[in-house]
C-alpha cells in the first residue's frame, strides 16, 4: 500500500425528509445563491422544499447551468454573485450542477483576469479561499457532492477540463433518494456508468496489497452489476435507489483511492468525445473502457484476473480467455443499462479520432496509472472502441 493522507470534511445527511436539514445546517445571515439546471427541480417538488428549508435568509437563484457545465454560463454567475454580495452556495442538483458551483466559489476568490486560467493550471488555485458550499443531490452520479473536483466545459475553445481545490469540499451534502424517483430512464443510466467507471478507474491498475481498498471496491462493482439494470427500469423502490445514490456517493469520495494507484485515462479519452461530440459522460465511458481494457491489459493483467474473480465470479479457464471474458461482460453490463458501446453507434469515425490524439500530442499528456498511455495508445484505445 502506496503512503497517504485522507482527509474528507464533508458532513453527508442522508434519507428521507433530509432537505428540510439545511435550515439547521447554515448561518442565519447567509445570502444563499440556489444554483440549479433546467428546471426539473421545479417540478419534483425539489425547489419547494430547498426553498422553505432556506427560511427568510435571502437568496439569490442561478438556474440553466447546464449538463457539463459551460465557463460561458458560470462566469454569469459569478458577476451576479459579486453584485449581491452572497457568502454561500447551494447547489441542488447534480454533479454538473454541482461542479459548476465548484467553479463559481473558486472564481469568486481568483484575482486573476480569466477564471479559466485555474482550470487549465491548477497551480493557480493555490492562493484562492474558495466561497463555502453546500449540495442537494438529485442525480447520483459523479460523487462531486463529496469531492475536491469538478469538470468544466468551455464552448470557445472545445475543451473539457478537470480542476480540484482543496477546500471546495462541500461543508454539507444532503441526499433524499426519494427525488431520484421522477428521474428519466436515461439519467440513471449513465449515473450507473459513470459510478461504476469511477471505481473501475481506482481498482483496475496493479496489485499494491491494498486488501480493504480492493475489498470495497468490489463491493461497489458487485452492488452495481446486480442492482444497475434494474434501477435504471424502476427507480422507485427506495431501498434500491438508497444502495445507487450511495454506490455513487462512495465511488469517488477518496475512501477507496486511498494508498492506491489510479488510472483516469479512460475519463480523459471520454472528456474529448464529450467536448468534441456532444455525447453524455456516462456513454463516452462505456464506449472507451472496455477497448481501453483490452489495448492495456498486458499493463493491468493482475488486476483484471482479480475482477474477473470477484466481480463477475470467472474463476477457470486460460487467463487470458478470463479477462477476456471480463471485458465482454463489462461491455454487456454497460449495454444492459441501454448505453451502446461503439463510436459508430454515434457516427464517429476516424475524423474525431485523429482530432483526440492530435490534441492529446499537443498537451503532452501522458495517461494511466504507469503514465504510458501515451497518443499513440489512444490511438488504438480508439480504434478499439470503433
Known amino acids: 500500500m502506496e503512503n497517504f493522507i485522507f482527509c474528507n470534511p464533508t458532513k453527508l445527511i442522508f434519507g428521507k425528509g433530509t432537505i428540510a436539514s439545511i435550515d439547521a445546517q447554515l448561518p442565519a445571515d447567509s445570502v444563499v445563491m440556489m444554483t440549479y439546471g433546467g428546471g426539473s427541480i421545479k417540478k419534483n417538488g425539489v425547489y419547494e422544499q430547498v426553498r422553505k428549508a432556506l427560511g427568510s435568509r435571502r437568496v439569490v437563484e442561478f438556474g440553466g ?4 457545465p459551460r465557463y460561458e454560463t458560470l462566469m454569469k454567475a459569478v458577476a451576479s454573485a459579486k453584485a449581491e454580495g452572497v457568502d454561500f452556495l447551494l447547489a441542488v442538483g447534480g454533479g454538473s450542477v454541482i461542479d459548476g458551483t465548484k467553479f463559481i466559489a473558486c472564481a469568486m476568490g481568483y484575482e486573476g483576469s480569466d477564471p479559466w486560467d485555474f482550470v487549465r493550471d491548477n497551480s493557480k488555485l493555490k492562493s484562492v479561499t474558495p466561497l463555502p458550499l453546500a449540495t442537494v443531490l438529485t442525480l447520483p452520479a459523479t460523487g462531486s457532492e463529496m469531492n475536491n473536483g469538478a469538470v468544466i466545459t468551455r464552448g470557445s475553445s472545445d475543451e473539457k477540463l478537470a480542476f480540484h481545490h482543496r477546500d471546495v469540499y462541500p461543508r454539507f451534502s444532503v441526499l433524499d433518494p426519494e427525488v431520484c424517483y421522477s428521474l428519466p430512464d436515461k439519467q440513471v443510466a449513465n449515473g450507473v456508468a459513470d459510478t461504476f467507471a469511477h471505481v473501475l478507474e481506482q481498482y483496475l491498475t496493479y496489485p499494491c496489497h491494498a486488501m480493504v481498498q480492493d475489498r470495497f471496491a468490489e463491493g461497489i462493482l458487485k452492488t452495481l452489476v446486480e442492482i444497475g439494470p434494474g434501477v435504471v427500469k424502476d427507480h422507485t423502490d427506495y431501498d ?8 455513487a456517493t462512495m465511488g469517488l469520495n477518496g475512501i477507496i483511492a486511498m494508498g492506491v494507484p489510479q488510472d483516469w485515462a479512460t475519463h480523459m479519452i471520454g472528456h474529448e468525445l464529450t467536448a468534441l461530440c456532444g455525447l453524455d459522460h456516462g456513454v463516452t465511458l462505456a464506449i472507451v473502457f472496455p477497448a481501453l481494457m483490452s489495448v492495456m491489459r498486458a499493463d493491468k493483467h493482475d488486476k483484471l484476473l482479480q475482477y474477473a474473480c470477484r466481480v463477475w465470479g470467472i474463476d ?28 459508430s453507434d454515434y457516427g464517429i469515425g476516424d475524423d474525431i479520432i485523429r482530432s483526440i490524439v492530435d490534441r492529446m500530442s499537443e498537451r503532452g499528456w501522458k495517461l494511466g496509472e504507469r503514465g504510458n498511455v501515451t497518443p499513440d495508445k489512444v490511438k488504438l484505445i480508439l480504434e478499439a472502441a470503433k
Open 65 to 68: 447551468i447546464e449538463p457539463n
Open 240 to 247: 434500491t435507489v438508497s444502495n445507487y445514490m450511495f454506490s
Open 316 to 343: 477457470s479457464g486460460s487467463p487470458e480467455a478470463r479477462i477476456d471474458e471480463a471485458i465482454s461482460l463489462t461491455r454487456r453490463f454497460f449495454e444492459a443499462l441501454g448505453i451502446k458501446t461503439h463510436l
